[in-house]
Each structure stands twice: as structure tokens, then as C-alpha cells.
């Protein structure tokens, strides 16, 4: 599976974070440790189900794309010289 580009990534987890649950991102400012170390736990496992359910497309989008013909026409026909 190719990687998701640069910009796509950092989009994605704001948008997992914004919907993480609200009890998992309180308890990660807790006194207690424990309670940290489980929200840690708990957001680590959101976030990787929630990567892999907006992400399963990535790689499978751009393998269908390659076995179609998808040559974009020129916009100018009358000028089909490559360039440079």
C-alpha cells in the first residue's frame, strides 16, 4: 500500500482527534497515572482504528487507477509536441 501524502496524514488525525472521546482526552490531563496511562492506551487504539477506516482506500484508489486508461487529453489538440 503506497503512503498517504504529507498532507493528507496530519488532516486525518486532527479530524480523529476532534472526535476522539471526550472522557479519553480529560482523563490524559489526570493527576493520576494510571488514569493517563489507560487514556493513552485507549486513544492509541481509537486512533489506529479510526487511521485504518478512513485510510483502507488510499492504496486501493490509486491500484484502480492504474488499470484504467486514464490519459488526459491535451487541452490544446492542435499542439501535441512534447514539451521541453
Same mark, same amino acid.
Given at each position: ?12 488525525l486532527?479530524?480523529? @482527534? ?6 479519553? =482526552?480529560?482523563?490524559?490531563?489526570? %493527576?493520576?497515572?494510571?488514569?493517563? +496511562?489507560r487514556? $493513552? ?5 481509537? @486512533? ?6 478512513? =485510510?483502507?482506500?488510499?492504496?486501493? %484508489?490509486?491500484?484502480?487507477?492504474? +488499470?484504467?486508461? $486514464?490519459a ?13
Amino acid at each position: 500500500m503506497p503512503r498517504p501524502s504529507s498532507s493528507t496524514l496530519p488532516l486525518v488525525l486532527e479530524v480523529a @482527534l476532534s472526535v476522539a472521546p471526550h472522557r479519553t =482526552l480529560s482523563a490524559l490531563a489526570s %493527576d493520576d497515572r494510571h488514569n493517563r +496511562r489507560r487514556a $493513552t492506551q485507549d486513544l492509541a487504539a481509537f @486512533l489506529a482504528a479510526f487511521l485504518a477506516d478512513r =485510510l483502507a482506500g488510499v492504496g486501493n %484508489d490509486r491500484e484502480q487507477d492504474s +488499470r484504467q486508461p $486514464t490519459a488526459q487529453p491535451p487541452l490544446f489538440t492542435d499542439d501535441l509536441r512534447p514539451l521541453g
